[in-house]
């Protein structure tokens, strides 16, 4: 749990009871019971993820290379950068977002770095996703997982950024990937 700074111990809920109640392959959901700051109580319903890591691969001519993918939740494909969930409690984010890069374009390498990490939607998960920025790349062969159907497109950086402007480019992670790629290319001094 994150420190929490003098000013705000006024704003934190204590956890009274929990309850699991949904157990899957990814997503553990849980109503948990909790007493409020004015010692009211209240039920938060909350789902526990085990993190991922998201990576936006650039070559040196300044496309970058995104996946296109049916999302079902939102029932229609989407353009993304390559992410995918830890696989192990202690998973390095490292290695996650190269695992995902090599699986979703066929493509690896070993020059790698952070851009940030974000939690996705905190009213009601704990996932986070590190973000990565990849270059020197090195073309091998797609191996997603058999569930996995996925297209690669490389697309000016520019472009993308036009994408995520015009709202073409939804995903929150791509979006935020694609801001700060961009930020770090186009406004270096």
């Not at 109640?21 to 959901?29: N, P, Q, S, T």
């Not at 290379?65 to 390095?92: C, H, M, S, W």
């Not at 493509?107 to 996932?127: C, D, H, M, P, S």
């Amino acid at each position: 749990m994150a420190m929490i700074d003098n000013e705000d111990k006024n704003l934190v809920e204590k956890k009274i009871s929990s309850e699991k109640i949904f157990d899957g392959v990814l997503l553990h959901v849980f109503k948990d019971e909790v007493e409020l700051p004015n010692g009211n109580t209240a039920t938060r319903e909350w789902i526990k993820h085990p993190g991922a890591a998201a990576v936006i691969p650039i070559l040196p001519d300044n496309e970058i290379i995104l996946v296109r993918q049916f999302r079902y939740p939102v029932g229609q494909v989407t353009l993304e950068v390559p992410a995918g969930k830890l696989d192990k409690p202690n998973e390095d984010p490292v290695e996650c977002a190269k695992r995902e890069l090599s699986e979703e374009t066929g493509y690896t390498t070993e020059n790698i770095w952070k851009l940030t990490t974000i939690a996705t939607t905190v009213g009601f998960t704990n996932e986070v996703i590190h973000l990565f920025a990849a270059s020197d790349l090195k073309l091998g062969e797609q191996h997603t997982d058999t569930d996995e159907f996925i297209n690669v497109v490389k697309v000016p950086l520019t472009a993308a950024l036009h994408m995520v402007e015009t709202g073409k480019i939804i995903d929150a992670k791509s979006i935020i990937s694609i801001l700060l790629l961009a930020q770090q290319i186009f406004h270096k001094k």
